[in-house]
C-alpha cells in the first residue's frame, strides 16, 4: 500500500525532470554562444520558437506542482480510497492535461509576436528570449500582447500558487485534526497510524521547498526582466 502511495509522485517528477532539461536545452546553448563566441544574433523564428519552450515549459512545471499537491492531498487525508482516486488511467490523463494545457496557453502568444512589427531597436537584455522583452521592442500596437501576458501570469501560475497552497493547508489541518484523534485511542493504534502519516508528511517537504523555490524564482525573474527592460541592463541578443 506504501508503496502505491508513491508511484505517482514518481512520474510527475520524471516530468519535472524532462521538463527541466527541455528548459536547459532552449536557453543554455545560446547563452554559452554569446558569452564564449559573442555570438548574439538570433532570427525572429529562433526567437519565437526560445519564447514558446520557455513559457510552456513554466507553465507545464507549475501544472505539475498542482497535480503533486492533489496527490500528496489524497494520499495523506484518503489513502484508503487513493489507488482508486488515482489510478494509472488518471495520472496519465492529468499529465496529458498539463501539456495540452502549456501548449493551448502558449501557442496563441506566437502568434501574438510574429505579427508585430520591429523598426527601432532590436538588442534584448537577456540571453534568451521572453515575451515582454520582445513585445517592448515592438513599434507597434502591443496592447493585445500584453493583455494576453497578464492574463496568462494571473490565470495560470497564480491561481495555480493559490491552489496548491489551499491544498498543503488542507493537508496541514487534515494532519493535526487527525493526531489529536488518535490522541484518545490506543496508544499502539496512535504510534502505528501516527507514524505512517508522519512518514508522508516528511517526505512531502522536498516537495514543499521545490514549490517555494518555484514560484519565487520566477517572481525574481520577473523582476529583474522589467529591470532590463527599463534599460539598467546590459545587451545581450540582437534580433534580426
Given at each position: 500500500m506504501?508503496?502505491?502511495?508513491?508511484?505517482?509522485?514518481?512520474?510527475?517528477?520524471?516530468?519535472?525532470?524532462?521538463?527541466?532539461?527541455?528548459?536547459?536545452?532552449t536557453?543554455v546553448?545560446?547563452?554559452?554562444?554569446?558569452?564564449?563566441?559573442?555570438?548574439?544574433?538570433?532570427?525572429?523564428g529562433?526567437c519565437?520558437t526560445?519564447?514558446f519552450?520557455?513559457?510552456?515549459t513554466f507553465?507545464e512545471?507549475?501544472?505539475?506542482?498542482l497535480a503533486m499537491?492533489l496527490?500528496?492531498?489524497?494520499a495523506?487525508?484518503?489513502?484508503?480510497h487513493?489507488?482508486t482516486?488515482?489510478?494509472?488511467a488518471?495520472?496519465t490523463?492529468?499529465?496529458?492535461?498539463?501539456?495540452l494545457?502549456s501548449?493551448c496557453?502558449?501557442?496563441?502568444?506566437?502568434?501574438?509576436?510574429k505579427?508585430l512589427?520591429?523598426c527601432h531597436s532590436?538588442?534584448l537584455p537577456h540571453?534568451?528570449?521572453?515575451?515582454m522583452?520582445v513585445?517592448?521592442l515592438?513599434?507597434?500596437d502591443?496592447r493585445?500582447n500584453?493583455?494576453?501576458?497578464l492574463?496568462?501570469?494571473?490565470?495560470?501560475?497564480?491561481?495555480?500558487?493559490?491552489?496548491?497552497?489551499?491544498?498543503?493547508?488542507?493537508?496541514?489541518r487534515?494532519v493535526?485534526?487527525?493526531?489529536?484523534f488518535?490522541?484518545?485511542?490506543?496508544?499502539?493504534?496512535?504510534?502505528?497510524?501516527t507514524r505512517?502519516r508522519?512518514?508522508?508528511s516528511?517526505?512531502?517537504?522536498?516537495?514543499?521547498?521545490?514549490?517555494?523555490?518555484?514560484?519565487?524564482?520566477?517572481k525574481?525573474?520577473?523582476?529583474?526582466?522589467?529591470?532590463?527592460?527599463d534599460?539598467?541592463?546590459?545587451?545581450?541578443l540582437s534580433?534580426?
Amino acid at each position: 500500500m506504501e508503496r502505491n502511495l508513491h508511484v505517482p509522485m514518481y512520474f510527475f517528477l520524471s516530468m519535472l525532470a524532462v521538463m527541466d532539461i527541455l528548459l536547459s536545452t532552449t536557453t543554455v546553448p545560446k547563452a554559452l554562444a554569446i558569452f564564449w563566441f559573442y555570438a548574439g544574433a538570433i532570427s525572429l523564428g529562433g526567437c519565437v520558437t526560445q519564447i514558446f519552450f520557455i513559457h510552456a515549459t513554466f507553465i507545464e512545471e507549475s501544472g505539475i506542482l498542482l497535480a503533486m499537491a492533489l496527490d500528496r492531498y489524497v494520499a495523506i487525508c484518503d489513502p484508503l480510497h487513493y489507488t482508486t482516486v488515482l489510478s494509472r488511467a488518471t495520472i496519465t490523463k492529468i499529465g496529458l492535461a498539463v501539456v495540452l494545457r502549456s501548449f493551448c496557453v502558449i501557442m496563441p502568444d506566437v502568434f501574438l509576436v510574429k505579427r508585430l512589427p520591429f523598426c527601432h531597436s532590436n538588442l534584448l537584455p537577456h540571453t534568451y528570449c521572453e515575451h515582454m522583452a520582445v513585445v517592448a521592442l515592438t513599434c507597434g500596437d502591443s496592447r493585445v500582447n500584453n493583455v494576453y501576458g497578464l492574463s496568462i501570469g494571473f490565470l495560470v501560475l497564480i491561481l495555480d500558487s493559490v491552489a496548491i497552497a489551499a491544498s498543503y493547508v488542507m493537508i496541514f489541518r487534515a494532519v493535526k485534526k487527525k493526531h489529536l484523534f488518535m490522541i484518545k485511542k490506543k496508544p499502539t493504534q496512535k504510534n502505528s497510524q501516527t507514524r505512517n502519516r508522519r512518514k508522508l508528511s516528511q517526505q512531502n517537504k522536498g516537495q514543499y521547498i521545490y514549490t517555494l523555490e518555484y514560484y519565487s524564482a520566477i517572481k525574481k525573474m520577473r523582476s529583474v526582466i522589467c529591470n532590463n527592460v527599463d534599460g539598467s541592463g546590459g545587451h545581450y541578443l540582437s534580433l534580426i
